[in-house]
């Protein structure tokens, strides 16, 4: 019972460090990977103009990779010269900061270079390449502390967009999901690689989705989607606590969603959204399987218990998260990804880069502004979109596309 309570007390003391970044975003989709931000007082709409632009920063490299922020420091991805690396730009002024190696080019039709975002944990960086190199450096410079492939090292199988997860670290373990024989998930002693557990009950293939840190029952757990399940384990070792089939086809994508004792899940290619609840000792009451939501890539905000994103073949879509039921939809701004600050989205087209501030409101899409993102990348591929997604903290709207890092003040005076 004591070694039980010190792993619930080590579990819950994870979150609380991640909540200690307060005003930080230190993974993807922030420090609950919720995708909300902590920012109050953001300007009820932007100018005609769009909101100022404080800084731009030319050479992040190509790729799709996403945004932390720590400690007054960005961390991305970007492919320089058939090379793919980590990066450090000051979040003050845009000037970069370092620059580690981060694995060899993932070539692709649809753009080159990584795909994920960098997760920061104290004083280190961890970031997975394209090509499922995962790198772990010291957050003021770049050192290397350590390296693990997870194709060659711990048997994974690389996909056809590459390996394009954020790794989540809970107390001193940092889990990724490698896929394969050896275990769908991996955790790996945060200080020095080791792995300390695989998922031995599941051999899925990875897919493109990052796990989340739950709490149910006083308990912590990650859960995880895959192709053809989503599922939730024990970070303590990897133990499979329970597990729900999904019919996943092409790609799946979107990270998990878990509020008040429910998980949803949702893809794109016209698979569509499933939700359970969790309930005693892990057992699962599936709620419904519907298309309301099909989200290819671009994720979905929960917000007082309505989802919001974007559905293939039907647009913006507010969804109700207890019974799937539709609230509404809106085909009025194009297909794209969507983060949600102090009561609005903002969402992104990838195609055109036009930007939106919307009310999170169940009465229908109330758009407030808009903008369009300039410059954008010359140099992105034409299959590709527009697809890191926003982040808004401290004041600052950061939008990327490719080698083009924009911040602009969203901050009322």
Not at 186 to 195: F, M, N, P
Not at 201 to 213: E, K
Not at 385 to 407: A, K, S
Request: aromatic residues 10%; contains cysteine.
């Amino acid at each position: 019972m004591r070694v039980l309570n010190s792993w619930v007390s080590w579990a819950l003391g994870s979150l609380v460090a991640l909540s200690a970044f307060g005003a930080d975003w230190p993974q993807w989709r922030g420090d609950s990977r919720r995708d909300h931000s902590p920012d109050k007082g953001l300007l009820a709409q932007w100018p005609q103009e769009g909101p100022k632009q404080v800084w731009s920063f030319n050479n992040a490299g190509l790729g799709y990779a996403g945004f932390a922020i720590a400690k007054n420091s960005l961390f991305t991805m970007g492919l320089r010269d058939g090379q793919e690396f980590l990066l450090a730009v000051d979040a003050s002024t845009g000037k970069e900061l370092w620059s580690s190696p981060a694995g060899q080019k993932y070539p692709n039709g649809w753009g080159d270079g990584p795909r994920m975002t960098p997760t920061v944990d104290g004083d280190r960086v961890f970031a997975i390449g394209g090509q499922g190199l995962m790198i772990c450096v010291e957050a003021k410079n770049g050192k290397l502390i350590w390296s693990k492939n997870l194709v060659t090292d711990l048997g994974g199988q690389l996909q056809d967009w590459g390996y394009t997860e954020s790794p989540l670290v809970v107390g001193d373990i940092v889990i990724c999901t490698p896929g394969g024989a050896q275990g769908t998930l991996a955790g790996l002693d945060k200080s020095s690689g080791a792995v300390r557990w695989r998922t031995s009950g599941l051999t899925d293939n990875a897919q493109y989705s990052s796990p989340i840190l739950i709490q149910h029952e006083g308990q912590p757990q990650v859960v995880q989607l895959v192709m053809n399940r989503f599922f939730g384990v024990s970070p303590k070792d990897g133990s499979v606590l329970w597990k729900k089939d999904f019919p996943g086809r092409v790609a799946v994508i979107p990270t998990p969603i878990y509020e008040d004792g429910i998980v949803y899940v949702t893809a794109g290619y016209g698979v569509g959204c499933e939700a359970v609840r969790l309930g005693t000792n892990n057992s699962i009451a599936p709620l419904y399987s519907n298309k309301v939501m099909k989200n290819h890539h671009g994720g979905v905000v929960c917000v007082d218990g309505y989802l919001y994103g974007h559905s293939d073949g039907g647009g913006w879509v507010c969804q109700e998260l207890k019974t799937g039921k539709e609230i509404w939809s809106h085909k009025g701004f194009g297909k794209g990804s969507v983060t949600y600050a102090d009561g609005k989205l903002i969402c992104l087209d990838e195609r055109n880069g036009d930007v939106a501030l919307v009310e999170a409101s169940t009465q229908g899409w109330k758009e407030l502004s808009r903008f369009k993102l300039a410059p954008l990348s010359s140099k992105r591929s034409s299959q590709g979109g527009i697809w890191p997604h926003p982040v808004v903290v401290n004041g600052r709207l950061y939008l990327r596309d490719q080698e083009l890092l924009h911040c602009f003040n969203v901050k009322s005076p």
